[in-house]
């Protein structure tokens, strides 16, 4: 099993920035990918960001490209989300999410979760 907690969340201005964290515990040697995910009431939870645990490549989502990116410590089996130039439509809870699988954007192939940490952007 592998546990994750997700910090950082808060209210924020649009156009400032926030950084998450997430930190992984347990058999965390079965992951190898560790991604963020996001929903806003009302909507399915859709794919933010991702990253390897293996060579660290990175895929993120068309929506954040060029404002977040995902980075991690593999010496504290932490996965970080900064974000910049936020706007109101990326106000959601965001959840991060490990996979012992090569892959990125399947929300389906990610068996452990977070609990989601609140993320609200005002005009």
């Known amino acids: 099993q592998v546990q994750l907690v997700e910090s950082g969340g808060g209210l924020v201005h649009a156009g400032g920035s926030l950084r998450l964290s997430c930190a992984a515990s347990?058999?965390?040697?079965?992951?190898?990918?560790m991604s963020w995910f996001r929903q806003a009431p009302g909507k399915e939870r859709e794919f933010v960001a991702a990253?390897?645990?293996?060579?660290?490549?990175?895929d993120s989502a068309d929506s954040v490209k060029g404002r977040f990116s995902i980075s991690r410590d593999s010496a504290k089996n932490a996965v970080y989300l900064q974000m910049n130039s936020l706007k109101p439509e990326d106000t959601a809870v965001y959840y991060c999410?490990?996979?012992?699988?090569?892959?990125?954007?399947?929300?389906?192939?990610?068996?452990?979760w977070g609990q989601g940490t609140q993320v609200t952007v005002s005009p």
């Open positions: 347990g058999r965390t040697v079965s992951v190898y990918t």
């Open positions: 990253i390897l645990t293996s060579g660290g490549s990175t």
């Open positions: 999410a490990a996979s012992p699988y090569v892959q990125l954007r399947n929300r389906h192939l990610y068996p452990y």
